[in-house]
T-cell receptor
Framework: QKEVEQDPGPLSVPEGAIVSLNCTYS??????FMWYRQYSRKGPELLMY????GNKEDGRFTAQVDKSSKYISLFIRDSQPSDSATYLC????????????FGKGTKLTVNP | DADVTQTPRNRITKTGKRIMLECSQT?????MYWYRQDPGLGLRLIYY???????NKGEISDGYSVSRQAQAKFSLSLESAIPNQTALYFC????????????FGAGSRLTVL
């Protein structure tokens, strides 16, 4: 079983839709959970991060972590064409190894 | 100017040639990383450096070498490029504490013919 699993999509939605992006993981030691957004021909940029379980909201974006299920989600409300990008989840343990484990990314297209 | 600058942005070379990808940063971060991104394989860590005197191999270091010339500069070399090193390469930096989030450069697209 891979440490982090992410459905690669592609995911295509109409403008204004609510988008749900998800990752599952196997390592219960992960404590930091991140979502990166990568536009075509650009480097990934940090969108949100959460520590341990719970929800975090930033504008139209909400990140959720369910450690009991080893499942993280990113919700995008009122999706816009400018949200079209590849979204990568990433996670790592607290302390110890510096390795950040990435999902393979989900490609999202928001159609006007 | 970008916080993390990679040069060149695009490079086409031939098998057996030596290639250097350069990265410089103005973030003031101690930690620097080189990643490779391939379709279907995601981001994979090649090398990372905690400071000028500390270099560590990542999960796919074979065929690559690095040099940390200064706190702000970290270069990746392919001594003898081969076609399966065709990929998108990213440099990243981090502070090394707290969430230790990465700041990525724009990427260097390398094609080895």
């Amino acid at each position: 079983q891979k440490e982090v699993e992410q459905d690669p999509g592609p995911l295509s939605v109409p403008e204004g839709a609510i988008v749900s992006l998800n990752c599952t993981y196997s390592n219960s030691a992960f404590q930091y959970f991140m979502w990166y957004r990568q536009y075509s021909r650009k480097g990934p940029e940090l969108l949100m991060y959460t520590y341990s379980s719970g929800n975090k909201e930033d504008g139209r974006f909400t990140a959720q972590v369910d450690k009991s299920s080893k499942y993280i989600s990113l919700f995008i409300r009122d999706s816009q064409p400018s949200d079209s990008a590849t979204y990568l989840c990433a996670m790592r343990r607290q302390g110890g190894s510096e390795k950040l484990v990435f999902g393979k990314g989900t490609k999202l297209t928001v159609n006007p | 100017d970008a916080d993390v600058t990679q040069t060149p942005r695009n490079r086409i070379t031939k098998t057996g040639k030596r290639i250097m990808l350069e990265c410089s940063q103005t973030k003031g971060h101690d930690r620097m990383y080189w990643y490779r991104q391939d379709p279907g394989l995601g981001l994979r860590l090649i090398y990372y450096s905690f400071d000028v005197k500390d270099i560590n191999k990542g999960e796919i270091s074979d065929g690559y070498s690095v040099s940390r010339q200064a706190q702000a500069k970290f270069s990746l070399s392919l001594e003898s490029a081969i076609p399966n090193q065709t990929a998108l390469y990213f440099c990243a930096t981090s502070r090394g504490y707290g969430a230790n989030v990465l700041t990525f450069g724009a990427g260097s697209r390398l094609t080895v013919l």
